[in-house]
């Protein structure tokens, strides 16, 4: 039998043998798999083997139909072809007239036997059934064999695409391949670009070992989505989600700080203090809304064209808002840090020596330096330029002692976020054609927008870069046409494009104006990440 050599793609097949009920192979029978939801179909016959090869098919449902002269037509619907699935679908034909019908449905599932990959998929039910915090589908792959999640669990949202989607395979072994549409997504390390609304993906796979040569870039996972397609009917959905962040409960040092500083101000008599930090909520107020519109169908124009059975598109749109307010604990400098000090005298030893670089010189054989008096800079040893941030009083001070340490105190400033809100947005566009059931294309536009402010107010803002959320945009879009041109030979053509821009937001002039560094540039002025980030 011929032998299937395909790129990396999520599209699949279905092949098989068409004989008699006495296993005699039947050469020249007509066999139609057509496409369930959009009907597109691809007309075959078989080889003189009684061979036949349905190849190029989207993931979906499919019907297989085999005729021939002297035989009952054989339907066996109900077949599903997954991400780049190869299944084996052998028909037997019985005698009889062609008018009768023998017609199988709601059958097992069939095997792809051509593979021996290990992992996961999952079909689109599935993606909308199995609750994920934020909608974000990369989370999924958490549940399949074999798949490690470095660090703590950490939940994604749709436009973001951080350390949550960085599995490992295990040991951690190689770098990972994300993938939509047979078009690569792939972020910064193991990370993803771009996740789709769970609404429009139609299937998702994990493949964590044996997968072949077809997929390349990376020995270790492999992460492939199909996006959903239009078909006949017009389809939609809307779907709502809301997260409230004090419906989780606190954690085991988060209730462990809390009960000791209750217990602290009730042993210092403070019991109005004690009182009033036990009635204070545990887990920080907040809450996420995510909303999601898709609507598809065929392309029809009144009195001009009907795309039923060959045309089809789809649309989708989805938003996040986030708003929270945490109470951070952070360092910041003490005043006497600010006027050089660093003596530390509250820490045991002291601060840590500071050495006057000037003094440097080489004592029989040994470089050496001579230590500061007290730990102290003296102000004709500091840059004027820093000397000049240093006077612009950028950070709050300490309202508490927090934990002394020979590099300066630790924990010494507790205070509220201002409103973390975060706004996220994203669409989708997909076109399919059939020219005809050798001829196929489709295009799919994805976009996706990032804007916020992190909360962050341990510092004046404008200086700050940490208190905003860089503006973050991601474009990923693939086109491909297939082309069936005999029994033995097809093509197909495919171009992706992906890409994730990042850039800092804009700062007032009163900024550029205040240190004003010499040599440097409007466009190249140093980011300042103060506080929490």
Not at 332 to 343: A, H, I, K, R
């Amino acid at each position: 039998f011929p032998v299937l050599l395909v790129a990396q793609d999520t599209r699949g097949g279905i092949a098989g043998t068409v004989t008699d009920s006495q296993k005699a192979v039947i050469a020249g029978a007509s066999v139609l798999v057509a496409n369930t939801d959009n009907g597109t179909s691809t007309r075959l016959t078989t080889n003189s083997s009684g061979y036949y090869e349905a190849l190029l098919l989207l993931p979906g449902e499919y019907r297989v139909t085999v005729e021939n002269a002297g035989f009952k037509k054989s339907v066996r619907s109900g077949i599903t072809v997954g991400i780049g699935d190869r299944l084996q679908v052998d028909i037997a034909l019985e005698v009889g007239g062609t008018t009768e019908s023998v017609t199988v449905t709601s059958e097992a599932p069939i095997l792809d036997t051509s593979s021996v990959t290990t992992g996961r998929q999952m079909t689109h039910r599935e993606v909308m059934d199995l609750p994920v915090l934020g909608n974000n589908v990369s989370m999924l792959a958490r549940l399949a064999p074999g798949v490690q999640v470095p660090g703590t669990t950490q939940s994604l949202l749709q436009g973001q695409v951080g350390g949550g989607s960085a599995y490992n395979m295990p040991g951690g072994v190689g770098g990972n391949e994300w993938s939509m549409d047979g078009a690569s997504t792939n972020g910064t390390d193991r990370r993803t670009a771009i996740m789709p609304s769970p609404d429009i993906v139609d299937e998702f796979k994990i493949e964590t070992s044996n997968f072949d040569a077809s997929f390349g870039h990376s020995t270790g996972l492999n992460v492939s989505m199909s996006t959903k397609s239009g078909a006949n009917a017009l389809h939609w959905s809307a779907t709502y989600q809301y997260f409230n962040q004090r419906w989780n409960a606190a954690s085991f040092f988060v209730k462990q700080s809390r009960y000791a500083n209750i217990a602290a101000l009730r042993a210092a008599g403070n019991t109005a203090g004690a009182d009033a930090l036990a009635a204070t909520p545990m887990v920080p107020p907040g809450h996420t809304n995510n909303y999601h519109g898709t609507i598809s169908g065929p392309v029809v124009i009144p009195k001009l064209y009907d795309g039923r059975n060959k045309t089809f598109w789809l649309s989708d749109y989805a938003i996040n808002h986030e708003r929270t307010i945490n109470v951070r604990v952070t360092t910041v400098p003490t005043p006497e840090m600010l006027n050089g000090d660093f003596s530390f005298k509250e820490a045991a030893g002291g601060g840590l020596p500071i050495y006057n670089p000037f003094s440097t010189r080489q004592v029989n054989g040994t470089w050496t330096r001579d230590p500061l008096p007290n730990n102290v800079i003296p102000k004709n040893l500091m840059d004027p330029v820093a000397v000049k941030f240093l006077n612009l009083g950028i950070w709050l001070p300490p309202n508490q002692v927090g934990s002394p340490t020979r590099s300066g105190p630790s924990g010494n400033l507790q205070r509220a976020e201002s409103c973390r809100c975060l706004n996220r947005d994203r669409w989708d566009e997909k076109i399919d054609h059939q020219f005809n059931s050798n001829n196929k294309i489709f295009f799919r536009y994805s976009q996706g927008h990032h804007r916020g402010h992190n909360g962050d107010n341990f510092a004046k803002e404008e200086y700050n870069a940490s208190a905003y959320i860089n503006p973050t945009d991601t474009i990923n879009s693939v086109i491909s046409y297939t082309s069936i041109l005999s029994r033995r030979l097809f093509n197909e053509f495919r171009v992706g494009y992906n890409r994730r821009a990042s850039s800092n937001p804009d700062r007032p002039d009163s900024v550029l104006n205040s240190l004003s560094i010499p040599g440097v540039a409007p466009e190249t002025f140093p980011y300042f990440n103060i506080g929490f980030s």
